[in-house]
């Protein structure tokens, strides 16, 4: 199977990406300012080759922009940053593809809920209150409390759909 999907994958829908990214990064900003957190130059480097497009990055991939961008060339270094986007809720962590997606809902509270394409590995994150707050209910009343909660929901975008038709 070729893999010419291997593009820039955008959100499944189309949409002004660089309004959402430009949303995204004053979300991030603001959180910054508000939760006095400092977003060094390797946190930065790494939070935006995330926004440029909707699609998992693993840290090798983040690794390599940040040596670009002469920022260090260690892994420490990619996953410090990733890290501490991780724990500030900027970032997702998707375990189905041991990558990174930049969070796309300004790092508030909320279970995030991935479509990832098998095909271009373009993540959507949608975010279903109703499920989230249902899943919270059923977990306390077994004395259960979540701390952390990622949905991931595999399949082919429109787009891959058509090229394996095709
Ligand atoms: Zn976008
Ligand atoms: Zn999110
Ligand atoms: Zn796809």
Redesign the pocket.
């Known amino acids: 199977m070729t893999r010419s999907s291997d593009i820039e994958a ?2 499944f829908g189309p ?1 002004d ?1 660089q309004a ?2 430009a949303q995204a990064l004053a979300a991030v900003e603001a959180a910054c300012a508000a939760r006095r957190l400092r977003m060094t130059p390797a946190r930065a480097c790494v939070l935006e080759a995330l926004l440029e497009a ?1 699609r998992a990055m693993t840290a090798y991939e983040l690794l390599d922009r940040l040596r670009e961008a002469g920022l260090g060339s260690q892994p420490p270094v990619a996953y410090r940053a990733l890290d501490f986007l991780v724990r500030n809720g900027f970032v997702h962590r998707i375990e189905r593809l041991s990558a990174f997606v930049a969070c ?1 809902h300004g790092g508030s509270e909320h279970v995030a809920v991935f479509l990832i394409c098998r095909g271009c590995r373009g993540v959507a994150e949608a975010v279903l209150p109703q499920l989230g707050a249902g899943l919270a209910a059923s977990a306390a009343g077994q004395g259960f409390s979540v701390e952390r909660m990622v949905i991931e929901g595999e399949g082919l975008c429109a787009r891959c759909r058509e090229a394996e038709a095709a």
């Open positions: 955008e959100a949409h990406h959402c990214r909707h796309t």
